[in-house]
């Protein structure tokens, strides 16, 4: 986020200076904590996927995604984090033009790792709603038409930020709003159609409610909340609306006059801004992690109590005919549609001759 607008000149940026040191303390202190969680989580992943087995082909993958993560989380905060936050206080005298040119390369690091966090996230989210709908094509296909389309818009936002041409983490650019929206867009069909499998298998979430401890019912619903991208829609849900609001001409210029005010008046368009350039990247990146861990863990309610019940063919019912019939070695074997009788019942249909002819014997 600018909070300079258009000021320009050194007394400009000695006048905001404090503003923009506080929102460096600020972005990262609020990194630093949700860093230190993500890793964490990371380690933990890490630590099941191996014990798992980590020569699996679905394991390797989730590795590959959180090792991703976590070089990218890492890039994001080493780069545009703590060298923007060096910068600032090594050159407090600087222009406003000479800061911003100088935060170019953390505006180019800061959106591409957004980028990546974001795809790999969404990925593993509708990784969570295949698996409930193995055999459909709509919704494969309607998963991955989302996901290209957020990739291009992302990857075309990281071209304009990296060009200083705006965009930074999304922001000011039809094209990175149109990423966020897409995004929000790829959770939200998944949450729908988990919701509606968890209707459709209603039955085992009752069983489930039924068994086990509160608490256990308690960590069960919240599993299924976050396993289905419920949660992270409601996160995306404020990203998308501060970032279409803060483009607003009206919002902007509010903005711009209440951080002129002294003291400068906070709300939620200016601390938003801070809170997504130092939260949202660690954030996306502690979801999926969470959701491997839930999977590994076997505590995921798609896998335990929905799978299972999914609606499959009626069972096979046999009907074996157990009437007896005699018959004379004169006459000839009776005819019958074979209905109920098994090919390898041989030796009873033997017993039964033996039988028939046991019979003959004593009658003469």
Same mark, same amino acid.
């Given at each position: ?35 230190? *969680? ?10 099941? $996927? ?31 984090? $703590? ?56 919704? +494969? ?31 000011? $650019? ?13 959770? $939200? ?11 459709? %298998? ?30 992270? %829609? ?17 919002? +902007? ?25 130092? %939260? ?13 861990? =839930? ?11 929905? +799978? ?9 019912? =046999? ?22 009788? *098994? ?7 033997? +017993? ?13």
């Amino acid at each position: 986020m600018d909070p300079i607008g258009n000021a320009d000149g050194h007394t400009a940026a000695a006048r905001y200076f404090p503003d923009l040191l506080w929102t460096a303390v600020v972005v990262s202190t609020s990194f630093a904590v949700l860093y230190g *969680l993500f890793v964490a989580l990371a380690v933990v992943s890490v630590y099941l $996927l191996i014990r798992r087995g980590a020569h699996r082909p679905l394991s390797a993958i989730q590795l590959f995604a959180v090792s991703t993560l976590l070089i990218s989380t890492t890039t994001h905060w080493s780069i545009v984090v $703590l060298q923007r936050f060096g910068s600032l206080l090594a050159h407090p005298n600087k222009s406003v033009d000479a800061l911003w040119t100088a935060f170019l390369v953390e505006q180019c690091v800061g959106t591409a790792t957004l980028t990546i966090n974001i795809i790999l996230s969404d990925l593993v989210v509708w990784w969570r709603t295949w698996v409930l709908w193995p055999e459909n094509r709509l919704v +494969k296909a309607w998963g991955a038409i989302l996901l290209l389309a957020t990739l291009a818009m992302g990857v075309s936002d990281t071209h304009f930020s990296c060009k200083a041409e705006g965009g930074f983490m999304y922001e000011g $650019l039809f094209v990175g709003n149109a990423a966020s929206i897409l995004s929000l867009s790829t959770n $939200l069909a998944a949450t729908i159609l988990t919701a509606y499998k968890a209707w459709v %298998c209603r039955k085992a979430f009752h069983r489930l409610m039924a068994k086990g401890s509160r608490t256990s019912q308690v960590e069960s619903v919240l599993a299924l909340l976050v396993e289905s991208g419920a949660l992270y %829609c409601a996160l995306w849900i404020v990203v998308v609306v501060w970032q279409v609001g803060i483009d607003n001409r009206f919002i +902007k210029n509010s903005v711009m006059a209440s951080l002129k005010k002294e003291p400068p008046r906070p709300s939620f368009w200016t601390v938003g801004g801070v809170l997504i350039e130092g %939260c949202l990247v660690p954030l996306i990146a502690i979801y999926p992690t969470i959701i491997i861990v =839930v999977v590994a863990l076997n505590k995921s309610p798609v896998d335990n109590n929905m +799978k299972g019940d999914l609606p499959g063919p009626d069972p096979l019912t =046999v009907v074996v005919n157990t009437t007896v019939t005699s018959h004379s070695d004169l006459e000839s074997p009776p005819r019958t549609s074979g209905e109920g009788r *098994l090919p390898h019942d041989v030796d009873g249909d033997h +017993k039964l001759a033996d039988l028939a002819d046991d019979d003959v014997s004593a009658m003469v």
